[in-house]
């Protein structure tokens, strides 16, 4: 009988410990789980603002123009401003009329795509965001040169955006072949047409 009694005594002991080591375990994976909880609002919390800094600083560069492919030393004797003058009467004469361009600056920039083999753009803050609309839309449907060399006008976006604007490709591709019409629009938005319908 005393046997009995104490090996249900051991049984319940080892039982309680077991028990005790569970809790402990439960106890460690609670704030194991809290920690990762609170990394994760914190990385949430940091992509939230990086983004909505980004979005204030494309907001920021929204009336500038990257003029790409000029090579370097040719603004030096004139200034980046007077040779974006001469871009406009080189490239377009049509907007003399309807576009009353007014340069806050221009100077040069790092080129996002090879800093160390292309020339180093030329960034012009304009005035107007609208002038630089008409000055891109022109600059899309026909050649633009300075001096016999090949230039380019793009958006002046952020690094980031350029970056975001790139994971579209693919996507884009896909509804450019099945005729979607896609687009992007400023700064990383994707729209494109479905049935005479716009879908975003």
Do not use: C
Not at 92 to 121: C, D, H, M, W
């Amino acid at each position: 009988m005393r046997n009995t009694i104490n090996e249900i005594k051991n049984n319940l002991e080892s039982i309680q410990n077991r028990a005790d080591a569970m809790e402990e375990r439960i106890s460690d994976l609670e704030d194991r789980n809290k920690d990762m909880l609170q990394v994760e609002e914190e990385r949430e919390l940091r992509f939230l603002k990086n983004e909505e800094i980004s979005e204030k600083y494309n907001l920021i560069r929204k009336s500038n123009i990257r003029i790409i492919g000029i090579p370097e030393g040719y603004e030096r004797k004139k200034g980046g401003e007077r040779t974006f003058k001469q871009i406009i009467v080189e490239n377009f004469q049509n907007l003399g009329n309807e576009v009353e361009l007014q340069v806050k600056e221009a100077n040069r920039t790092p080129s996002y795509i090879n800093a160390r083999s292309s020339p180093r753009n030329i960034m012009v803050k304009l005035a107007k965001v609208n002038d630089k609309e008409k000055m891109l839309k022109t600059a899309r449907q026909k050649k633009i040169n300075y001096k016999g060399t090949s230039i380019r006008l793009s958006v002046d976006f952020s690094a980031a955006t350029i970056q975001d604007r790139r994971e579209w490709n693919y996507t884009f591709k896909i509804l450019k072949d099945k005729n979607f019409q896609p687009r992007i629009h400023y700064p990383v938005k994707l729209d494109y047409y479905y049935s005479d319908t716009m879908k975003k």
